[in-house]
């Protein structure tokens, strides 16, 4: 298993041209300023020409304010008047607590603030702090900022916000290296074996009827797989006997608007695939674009008859399939371990998290978090204890019968 500090690339504004002609900001001439929502604009214009991953571009972000009128703050690191850095966060209640976090929650994974990689070698901890302090001095209502899921690094970039105390993220990630094409990867990950399972499971399908992959071209086509995808999500977290992250109106609205507005680009940041068998559709996923790095941020299949013939396997091999087709060097499987990921993936991602209070109610909420997360991480590290979470997760759900191997985390 390879160690690695995932390499993203966003927008990639010329970031090796930008790296080899660094700007060194003098320390005082840091200016660091914050603004409610109405700096959202700004921060769209600032990402025309910035390096940022997919859940920090300026779709994901006016998409989600614009979807959930969430209460935005956003922050801004200058020298000399050239924006440098960018934070874009939402403003949320917990318990008694404003948190201030990356837009989308849980949704938002392999973060990376939008940056102008010629400044990142200046930009030190005090200078990130500067911008805590901006936001607290806009926004004295907020108690903690929350930076959760961050890369180390995005297009061998390394994360500014690493200048700051920190610590690992609860979840891994897992990623598959494509170098070398579809045939390379096979031959290094039981490729035997992966090809006679496709083909027995494309006779499966052919006997039920015909069965297609589609990949969402039109606004019509997007809305038919996300309802399906947002069907089964439904049907699945409750057998699992967890929330459904997706259930929000507001949340369903805002993938809807994302997803279909990236039909207008060239190459879509944002992609949907589907498989299709006899007419209905049996497994979704939901694909970000960075550079040449292909993210599967979301995916689910439908609890038919067909389930146990593992759809979403079989799209997955499509999708990586293409994936190396279009020339990406890594198909990401995003935040979560599970088996059906670890059959694909010989690269681990260690995020991590960054936790800044900004008074005394947010510093005792910071410690019970950090207390939280090592709690997480010992039960999805240790086998047994998190083998038994999951099933008693489904005994309180009332469903007794284990989880088939499209499970999420």
Same mark, same amino acid.
Request: proline share 5%; aromatic share 8%; net charge neutral.
């Given at each position: 298993?390879?160690?690695?500090?995932?390499?993203?690339?966003?927008?990639?504004?010329? $970031?090796?041209?930008? *790296?080899?002609?660094?700007?060194?900001?003098?320390?005082?001439?840091?200016?660091?300023?914050?603004?409610?929502?109405?700096? !959202?604009?700004?921060?769209? @214009?600032?990402? #025309?020409?910035?390096?940022?991953?997919?859940?920090?571009?300026?779709?994901?972000?006016?998409?989600?304010?614009?979807?959930?009128?969430?209460?935005?703050?956003?922050?801004?690191?200058?020298?000399?008047?050239?924006?440098?850095?960018?934070? $874009?966060?939402?403003?949320?209640?917990?318990?008694?607590?404003?948190?201030?976090?990356?837009? /989308?929650?849980?949704?938002?994974?392999?973060?990376?603030?939008?940056?102008?990689?010629?400044?990142?070698?200046?930009?030190?901890?005090?200078?990130? =702090?500067?911008? +805590?302090?901006?936001?607290?001095?806009?926004?004295?209502?907020?108690?903690?900022?929350?930076?959760? =899921?961050?890369?180390?690094?995005?297009?061998?970039?390394?994360?500014?916000?690493?200048?700051?105390?920190?610590?690992?993220?609860?979840?891994?990630?897992?990623?598959?290296?494509?170098? /070398?094409?579809?045939?390379?990867?096979? *031959?290094?990950?039981?490729?035997?074996?992966?090809?006679?399972?496709?083909?027995?499971?494309?006779?499966? +399908?052919?006997?039920?009827?015909?069965? =297609?992959?589609?990949?969402?071209?039109?606004?019509?086509?997007?809305?038919?797989?996300?309802? #399906?995808?947002?069907?089964?999500?439904?049907?699945?977290?409750?057998?699992?006997?967890?929330?459904?992250?997706? /259930?929000? =109106? @507001?949340?369903?609205?805002?993938?809807?608007?994302?997803?279909?507005?990236?039909?207008?680009?060239? %190459?879509?940041?944002?992609?949907?695939?589907?498989?299709?068998? $006899?007419?209905?559709?049996?497994? !979704?996923?939901?694909? *970000?674009? *960075?550079?040449?790095?292909?993210?599967?941020?979301?995916?689910?299949?439908?609890?038919?008859?067909?389930?146990?013939?593992?759809?979403?396997?079989?799209? +997955?091999?499509?999708?990586?399939?293409?994936?190396?087709?279009?020339?990406?060097?890594?198909?990401?499987?995003?935040?979560?371990?599970?088996?059906?990921?670890?059959?694909?993936?010989?690269?681990?991602? @260690?995020?991590?998290?960054?936790?800044?209070?900004?008074?005394?109610?947010?510093?005792?909420?910071?410690?019970?978090?950090?207390?939280?997360?090592?709690? %997480?991480?010992?039960?999805?590290?240790?086998?047994?204890?998190? %083998?038994?979470?999951?099933?008693?997760?489904?005994?309180?759900?009332?469903?007794?019968?284990?989880?088939?191997?499209?499970?999420?985390?």
């Amino acid at each position: 298993m390879v160690d690695a500090t995932a390499s993203f690339d966003g927008n990639r504004v010329a $970031a090796n041209e930008a *790296s080899a002609r660094p700007v060194l900001a003098d320390q005082d001439r840091w200016t660091a300023t914050a603004s409610d929502g109405t700096g !959202v604009a700004d921060y769209v @214009q600032f990402c #025309a020409s910035a390096l940022f991953a997919p859940a920090q571009s300026a779709s994901w972000v006016s998409n989600w304010a614009a979807a959930t009128g969430a209460d935005m703050v956003v922050a801004t690191l200058s020298s000399d008047g050239r924006p440098a850095l960018s934070l $874009a966060l939402e403003i949320v209640r917990s318990g008694p607590f404003n948190v201030a976090r990356f837009a /989308g929650g849980r949704h938002a994974n392999g973060n990376f603030v939008a940056a102008d990689p010629r400044f990142l070698p200046a930009i030190d901890g005090r200078a990130i =702090r500067s911008m +805590f302090q901006a936001i607290a001095r806009a926004r004295p209502d907020i108690d903690l900022i929350s930076l959760e =899921r961050l890369l180390p690094d995005l297009d061998g970039v390394a994360n500014p916000l690493a200048a700051l105390p920190g610590f690992p993220s609860p979840n891994l990630a897992l990623a598959v290296d494509l170098d /070398g094409g579809f045939d390379a990867l096979l *031959s290094r990950a039981s490729g035997k074996r992966k090809r006679k399972k496709h083909r027995s499971q494309t006779r499966k +399908f052919e006997a039920v009827g015909a069965f =297609r992959r589609i990949e969402a071209r039109t606004r019509e086509e997007v809305d038919k797989l996300l309802d #399906a995808f947002l069907e089964m999500k439904e049907v699945r977290f409750a057998k699992m006997g967890i929330a459904n992250v997706f /259930g929000d =109106r @507001q949340v369903r609205d805002f993938f809807r608007a994302l997803f279909a507005d990236a039909l207008a680009e060239e %190459k879509p940041p944002f992609l949907l695939h589907g498989l299709d068998v $006899a007419g209905k559709l049996r497994a !979704v996923t939901g694909s *970000s674009r *960075s550079g040449k790095r292909l993210i599967c941020e979301f995916g689910a299949i439908a609890e038919d008859d067909l389930s146990s013939t593992s759809p979403g396997d079989f799209l +997955f091999f499509d999708n990586i399939q293409e994936a190396c087709e279009l020339g990406f060097d890594v198909y990401d499987f995003s935040v979560g371990d599970e088996p059906y990921k670890r059959l694909w993936c010989d690269i681990e991602v @260690q995020h991590f998290e960054v936790l800044a209070p900004l008074t005394l109610k947010g510093r005792a909420l910071a410690t019970t978090m950090r207390q939280g997360a090592r709690a %997480k991480a010992f039960i999805k590290n240790n086998p047994t204890v998190w %083998k038994l979470t999951k099933m008693l997760r489904r005994k309180a759900a009332g469903q007794a019968a284990p989880a088939a191997v499209e499970d999420d985390s």
